[in-house]
């Protein structure tokens, strides 16, 4: 099952899981455990109620529906649960059941407190094999975004062959933090000149990176899809890092304006200057 993190997730997506066959014996032994009324425990006794047969607990059917929901999203570290609303069980479950969970991306947002996750908002709509819906609910949770790209490439070179560790390993590790390297290097130097050399060296090391990248994947030391998550990564690094280039180059070339200006004021003040002087000796 692909694993997925809040980053590859859009509002509209929507999730279908495979089918979880219910049986006699679950339901009977999840009642004992947590729920243990007559309906949920006894098929004889359940017939006499209005249910005229034996169900599952309405919190067995919200443990399957979870169940489904974590093995189809598979979200790297797992989803914290944040809370619940509108909790609803429109239907029985009853044994010989096959229940399917439809996820629906509701909402998307970054986490405040903690940067390195996300929050997502989800419908989850249970059904059995004849489509009747069994429970339905909308719930919050928090899921793990992408590591930073140089974290990212380093978890991946992790499983490089042995005698790539001086080769490729390296190199392509050397290329991903040598541009948060020489991004942070440039807010030390004080010219725009040297500002705008550390920012060039940032993009140079970052075109390395996504050849390296190339490199493993037809090497077959990356799948495809780990290379593409991993440029994917470097694309989005490329265009904040082009938009900040621009910027500094657009800053560097209003202050040689202002600097060519400001030395033509101060060779015409001379020259003046100069020309009093030389009507007062004359």
Same mark, same amino acid.
């Given at each position: 099952?692909? #694993?997925?993190?809040?980053?590859? *997730? ?5 999730? %279908?899981?495979?089918?979880?066959? !219910?049986?006699?014996? $679950? ?104 489509? #009747?819906?069994?429970?339905?609910? *909308? ?5 793990? %975004?992408?590591?930073?790209?140089? !974290?990212?490439?380093? $978890? ?55 050849y390296f990248i190339h490199l493993a994947q037809r090497l077959h030391y990356l799948s495809s899809e780990e290379a593409g998550a991993l440029q994917q990564q470097m694309k989005v690094t490329f265009a904040c890092l082009h938009g900040l280039i621009r910027a500094v180059e657009k800053e560097a070339g209003k202050l040689s304006k202002l600097v060519a200006t400001a030395t033509s004021l101060i060779v015409i003040g001379l ?8 009507? !007062?000796?004359?």
């Open positions: 099952m692909k #694993e997925h993190y809040f980053d590859d *997730l859009k509002i509209g997506d929507r999730f %279908r899981s495979e089918p979880l066959n !219910v049986t006699e014996k $679950e339901v009977v032994e999840f009642a004992h455990k947590f729920d243990p009324q007559m309906f949920h425990l006894n098929q004889k006794a359940a017939e006499r109620t209005l249910f005229k047969g034996l169900i599952a607990s309405g919190w067995h059917t919200a443990a399957m529906t979870m169940r489904l929901f974590v093995q189809t999203l598979n979200f790297v570290e797992g989803a914290i649960g944040l809370g619940v609303d509108e909790l609803r069980w429109p239907n029985a479950v009853r044994p010989g059941d096959a229940l399917t969970v439809e996820t629906e991306i509701l909402d998307l947002r970054p986490s405040r407190s903690k940067p390195n996750h996300g929050i997502i908002r989800l419908r989850n709509v249970t059904t059995n094999q004849q489509g #009747e819906i069994v429970q339905t609910m *909308l719930a919050n949770a928090m899921v793990p %975004r992408r590591a930073k790209a140089p !974290v990212a490439v380093y $978890e991946r070179t992790r499983s490089f062959p042995r005698e790539e560790i001086y080769g490729l390993t390296s190199q392509l590790c050397r290329a991903a933090y040598s541009v948060p390297a020489n991004t942070i290097e440039r807010a030390s130097r004080e010219s725009k000149k040297d500002d705008l050399h550390f920012l060039y060296i940032a993009r140079g090391s970052l075109s390395e990176a996504q020259m003046r200057w100069s020309s009093g002087q030389l009507s !007062v000796v004359s």
